[in-house]
């Protein structure tokens, strides 16, 4: 069965997440109906089954309340498919917290493959009702904010001028301006001062990635050469510090 829904799925080119989730639906109901014919099918397994039906009322009595929380979750699966606010393969970030790609849904749970290939178990009534960043809904591009500080007596142009070559040199950087913007002649990264500190210049730069992996390891790598290339040319990079005055007593 798995192998004609992954053939179905690459014939058709369909969305991995419906097939995913009707799989899921197709197993759970299959080991259900085997399970009410091995029961009907040996007399001392039926004769258990007819007691348990006897009881109906405490058995339904205690199902119900035990399954409250597993119908929520199966109903939280099939709004996840139905409304798609992400779809297995795209790059989710859930609450503060979980960042990682989506990688099954199931009628309980969604699992998420974390940064760090550790996988995340997060129950769809859970993750159905938080709040969830994607990266990959509509279009995939990031832009990233690479901010540095700077000291008061540096040069605010000089310091502009090597993020925007260290950013325009980096591999992943793309130029994400529309063709009125270049006929205007917008600047492909933009760097502007955002905070005045008690002792530092805030500095960033807006730079474009094509997914939001090529835009982290830009951002790292722009961090270092920047740091780097501000150290050449004298551009502080200022942390606090204290002045301590000591007194002698006149008398």
Known sequence: MNKYFENAMHLLKGDPTNYNFFKNAVTFSVYMVALIVIFRSIPQLRNIGNTLVASAGILAAIVGFASQQAFSNIIGGVFIVLFKPFRVGDFIKVGKENP???????????????????????????????????????????????????????????????????????????????????????????????????????????????????????????????????????????????NVLFRQNEN
């Open 100 to 242: 990682g790609t989506v990688e099954d849904i199931t009628l309980r749970h969604t699992i998420i493959n974390s940064l760090e290939n550790r996988r995340i178990v997060i129950p769809n009534s859970i993750i159905s009702s938080a709040t969830i960043l994607n990266s990959s809904i509509t279009d995939e591009r990031v832009c990233n904010f690479v901010e540095v500080d700077i000291g008061y007596n540096a040069n605010i142009n000089e310091a502009i001028q090597i993020m925007t070559e260290q950013a325009l040199k980096h591999p992943n950087c793309i130029d994400n301006r529309t063709e009125e913007e270049i006929a205007e002649g917008v600047p492909q990264i933009l760097v502007r001062v955002i905070t005045l500190n008690n002792y530092s210049v805030t500095l960033r730069a807006y730079v474009w990635s094509e997914n939001s992996g090529d835009g982290f390891t830009m951002k790292c790598d722009l961090l270092k050469q920047i740091k780097e290339a501000f150290s050449k040319h004298n551009i502080e990079i200022p942390y606090p510090y204290q």
